[in-house]
């Protein structure tokens, strides 16, 4: 039977190991994900023009930033279980877990909240302090000391839902939960908790900036720790089952083995149903 029917636009539910891409957004003569994935689906035949001029994306993630749940939508003549396998085809670094049929006009940006997980080891850490700290980011705030600083300027107060530290193994376990975030939002979060742990910085500090009242000058905690892990929508995926082959394994096994973060994904990504993993950080 053909894969092919009428054009229609699904959302595809994807994943990617940062390793050896220059970041997520299309750049010129540089290998990063989005053009990666563009490239590999007009090669395929699942992205047509109209859907060139239709791609859209949840997240573009920094540099050295993973992701478990990005969402991708684009209009395609394949039926959608063909377009995910398409879209996880295309190179080992990236899967596709899920696809959904979406309505007219939806654009994967408007998402009703993006879950962001940052690992590092829990060894050597107060997880209490930890904790201390996560709890002054929740509710609306000031953002401005805690993002990029952008021109033109962009609006820089916003809401995070949830903070929360915990374990997972060997790992510290930071959950940042919201609509949406700022660049490098999350990143100077993490930075923020661990400069409150060694005393370097204080938490009248941290109120004062979250309340517009100083800017802080904050570092950024390294990218290699930061997953993208899902965002949600008002409507449910279908998971798609993908097999993983021996050269995905091999070359996910050389590129995760150094680092404790992206052996955990490995984990993830070799699952036989790639999705984001329930929150069991321990109590």
Known sequence: MSALSPVAEFAFRFGYLADGFQ?????????????????????????????????????RTDRGVHALGNVVSFPTRLRPEAAARALGSIDPRIHCSAFAPVPPGFDPRHARERWYRYLLPAEGHDLARWREGASLFEGEHELSSFSRRDDPPRRTRGTLREVRVGREGANLVVDLRAPSFLWNQVRKIVATLELLERGALSKAEVDSALSGRKVLQLPLAPPGGLVLMDVAYDFPFQEVRLRASPQRRRLLEEALREARTRETLLGWFQSSTPRPPGDTSEP
Request: a positive charge; charged letters at 35%.
């Open 23 to 59: 970041g997520y957004a299309r750049q010129p003569g540089l290998p990063t994900v989005e053009g990666t994935i563009r490239e590999g689906l007009r090669r395929r035949g699942v992205l047509e023009a109209e859907g060139e001029r239709r791609f859209r994306t949840a997240s």
